[in-house]
């Protein structure tokens, strides 16, 4: 998986195999590799790519399709159903949530 993703990557930034082994401080033939499956890129390297595509290893690895870990992201259908949620420190009750909860439901089952 990991050699489909790096040739992904460097080719949407616009890089040959060689110019990338350069940013990365290896030999062509030795990238080349990583691309082919044939050579499992050091933790270091697959470190410095991942800084340089701002993706995560994991990313690179192919245990996650999320590129981009730092972005947090929030279920807003779980997060309404916890207890205790306040507006701006007014306590929002179920009888206030579950008006909100219908609308939203409403909404994304028209954009399905």
């Known amino acids: 998986m990991y050699c489909q993703r790096l040739r992904q990557l460097r080719k949407a930034h616009k890089l ?16 080349g590799g990583y691309e082919a499956e044939s050579k499992k890129p050091p933790l270091d390297k697959l470190v410095i790519l991942a800084r340089l595509y701002d993706v995560s290893v994991d990313y690179i690895l192919g245990l996650t399709d999320d590129p981009d870990p730092k972005v947090e992201r929030k279920n807003l259908k779980e997060f309404l159903e916890k207890p205790d949620i306040h507006w701006d420190g007014y306590k929002l009750t179920p009888e206030i949530l579950d008006p909100i909860r219908k609308i939203l439901k409403l909404v994304t089952a028209n954009n399905n």
């Open 16 to 31: 040959t195999m060689e110019q990338l082994a350069e940013k990365i401080g290896i030999a062509k033939s030795s990238y």
